[in-house]
């Protein structure tokens, strides 16, 4: 029986070896560049539209493209650079978790000559200075996309003292994410900024619990907090990809508060329509999944020899969210970002001819406006 | 005279108590005391957002569907084996089951989940008692090949939704009362087999001694296949029940999966413990009402989700020690 099954182990061996060539053989006929991706999860709600607009660029750009899921666990983010490494790739994006990786990450990019980008992350020089060093002296650490994530949570917190909620309950996704602690930087500072305007009429934000990233685990954090606050008039979910905010808002229809409670977040949801038309949610920031892309752009055009890195600085650029409130605001968003690419081929083939200040510009100026421009 | 009549009640009491001591009853006392304990504690620090019978029914419905994997785990757990699948059969079968109920409804997702968590369960067996390789490795093993078709069933799932419960028409799991119906029906499942099937009895002999109940005529090599079909037939109502909860489903690799092991576990440690009282089921499903219980309590006490994983292993561990220790001398393996 064992030999039987060692038969059929070395056949599947052999197989996946003869696929494995076969895509290879393709590969040297015309040397396609290898771009790969670290991501926390190519599934999920984020993660999805993340792979859906970089599969468009590799397409449109004639580029072989490669996913690493590492779960935004720290070890993981690490053995994800040295997989992509391994397996031949000419650069890499990565979204790490802490900045505290990115020693490790960087040093594997720079000893085996490989270009690498952050993308929705950036290593703050202030609490990071060791890796911010690191960033800035290597020759193949292009740059990162980023967000200012401390506007957005300031943002929420306005659209959300706005409309009249004054006790505030926060669900994070994992203690010390380094994106999670700007934006509770981001709420902190916008309850600061109410308190400050309107000291007769206070608004109060609650400590952060975790709900993960998954929608079961969601829930059970959700329940637990609104349990815990039966008289909170607002919930943000911080983010997590979105499944933790599935979670969440199952959470809060389960128990009968489906607009009673507004629910804020900054992952956008496939049913974000139907969400705020029924008052599921009150509003979110999002439409970010195009990050990834610009950084995806910066490490091609690097590969390509099109951008010098500079041994003393880094390429950043800074993404705009946009903000959707109404289910009118979603109609608009979801014409030009979810049934349809903001990018067609044509206008991700010409993004791999751009100087960096012209990509740059792109995504500065990117919002449902400058679709519509551009159709 | 007098003496010895004070001296054969004082003995005859002893023996009651020590018989009640042995009983189920005093199993049963145990335990609900245990959930008392902990709703007196944080009801008292807590008054106002803690514990209310809306509340405790909230915490049930959070805690049946790991009771119900965890007693699939006992199966295992009690012959002395382990599996680091279940999280994986988990996103899997839920997977599988969402995808068929695109197409369909219920029947879908219900035959999905509990089909494919249990050909899982059939194939972990075939493998465990094919290879003879200690049931940890083959396991780890299969978690990841389990989490790579995970990956690979997502992908299947064209609705704009992959992974997701998007249709209101087949979310009855997802409340009350189906989810503690289903729920229900396991638990009773469970009752039955180990109480009136020989499962049960040879599930324990295997597990106090292999060899012994290899020589007695039980055919270990079978008992431990038909343990593994058990556990993730619990897993697929597990998977079902998880996914009906969260209304979706996150496909994970690098054994992203594993994570969902333990609070399942953490019943059948319950379980395991309070066996000698003949009760695994209630322990199991009290142990995950417990859990939750502490956990909603810390949370209402708004202490940080860190600090409360911290408190829940902490006091799990304290509640296993006390009531399992072993006899002096004994090998603890």
């Not at chain 1, 490989?114 to 960033?135: G, K, S």
């Not at chain 1, 995504?363 to 159709?375: C, G, H, M, T, Y």
């Not at chain 2, 142990?287 to 708004?302: M, S």
């Amino acid at each position: 029986m064992k030999k039987a099954l060692l038969i059929l182990f070395s056949l599947v061996l052999v197989s996946s070896l003869l696929f494995a060539g076969g895509s290879g053989e393709k590969a040297t006929a015309a040397k396609k560049p290898l771009i790969g991706v670290s991501i926390w999860s190519s599934t999920d709600t984020l993660g999805s539209q993340v792979k859906r607009i970089l599969d468009a660029a590799a397409k449109a750009l004639d580029v072989n493209v490669m996913y690493v899921d590492q779960g935004h666990i720290s070890e993981q983010v690490t053995a994800s650079a040295e997989t992509l490494v391994a397996a031949g790739v000419d650069g890499f994006i990565i979204c790490n978790s802490a900045s505290a990786e990115m020693t490790s990450v960087i040093n594997t990019a720079t000893r085996n000559k490989v270009y690498t980008a952050q993308f929705f992350r950036v290593i703050d020089p202030v609490a990071n200075p060791n890796e911010h060093a690191l960033a800035v002296a290597s020759p193949y650490y292009v740059g990162s996309v980023h967000e200012d994530e401390v506007d957005n949570g300031i943002n929420l917190i306005q659209i959300l003292t706005k409309k009249g909620n004054r006790k505030i309950a926060l669900e994070g996704w994992e203690a010390g994410d380094a994106t999670f602690l700007l934006r509770w930087e981001g709420y902190r500072k916008g309850i600061d900024l109410w308190n400050a305007a309107n000291p007769n009429d206070r608004a109060v934000l609650l400590d952060p619990q975790y709900g993960g990233t998954t929608s079961d685990t969601g829930r059970a954090t959700a329940e637990a907090i609104i349990n815990a606050n039966p008289d909170i008039d607002a919930l943000i979910v911080a983010g997590g990809g979105g499944d933790t905010l599935v979670g969440a808002l199952a959470a809060i229809e389960s128990l009968g508060l489906k607009g009673k409670i507004d629910v804020v977040s900054t992952d956008f949801l496939a049913d974000l329509d139907e969400q705020l038309a029924t008052g599921g949610m009150a509003a979110e920031s999002g439409g970010h999944f195009c990050d990834p892309l610009f950084a995806f752009m910066m490490v091609y055009n690097a590969i390509k020899g099109n951008y010098q890195v500079p041994t003393d600085g880094y390429y950043e650029i800074l993404f705009p969210y946009l903000y959707v409130a109404s289910s009118e605001d979603y109609t608009a968003y979801a014409k030009y970002f979810v049934d349809e690419l903001p990018y067609n081929a044509e206008e991700l083939r010409a993004m791999g001819n751009m100087s960096f200040a012209e990509l740059n510009a792109t995504a500065e100026k990117l919002s449902i406006e400058d679709v519509i421009s551009r159709r | 005279m007098f003496r010895l009549a004070f001296l054969t009640t004082g003995k005859a009491m002893n023996e009651t108590i020590s018989t009640f001591k042995r009983s189920k009853y005093f199993g049963y006392a145990l335990l609900l005391g245990l959930a008392l304990f902990f709703w007196v504690f944080f009801k008292i620090l807590s008054p106002h957002n803690f514990g209310t019978s809306k509340l405790m029914a909230n915490y049930l419905q959070t805690s049946i569907q790991y009771a119900v994997g965890g007693c699939g785990f006992y199966f295992i757990v009690v012959m002395g084996m382990f599996d680091f699948s279940i999280g994986a059969n988990i996103v899997l079968s839920s997977l599988v089951g969402v995808l068929l109920s695109r197409h369909f409804g219920y029947y879908g997702l219900i035959l999905g989940c509990v089909l494919c968590g249990t050909l899982i369960g059939s194939f972990n067996g075939f493998l465990y008692t094919r290879l003879k390789i200690p049931s940890m490795i083959v396991t780890v093993g299969l978690m990841l090949v389990l989490e790579s078709v995970a990956n690979y069933v997502v992908t299947l799932d064209s609705a704009g939704f992959p992974g997701k419960l998007t249709n209101a028409n087949v979310l009855a799991f997802n409340h009350a009362p189906w989810n503690f119906i289903a729920a229900a029906i396991a638990f009773l499942l469970m009752g039955f087999i180990l109480r009136f099937t020989k499962l049960g009895t040879y599930f324990n002999a295997i597990g106090s001694n292999e060899f012994v109940a290899k020589s007695m005529g039980i055919n270990v090599e079978k008992y431990k296949f038909i343990g593994f079909v058990l556990l993730h037939f619990f897993v697929g109502i597990m998977a079902l029940l998880t996914v009906s909860y969260g209304k979706g489903m996150l496909a994970v690799t690098g054994m992203g999966s594993m994570s969902r092991n333990f609070k399942p576990l953490m019943g059948t440690f319950f379980g395991v413990a309070f066996k000698k009282y003949g009760i695994p089921v209630s322990a199991i499903v009290i142990g995950e009402f417990i859990i939750t219980l502490i956990f909603n309590g810390l949370v209402a006490l708004n202490v940080p989700t860190t600090i409360n994983d911290f408190v829940t292993g902490a006091v799990l561990l304290a509640i296993v020690t006390l009531t399992n220790r072993g006899l002096r001398g004994s090998v603890v393996k």
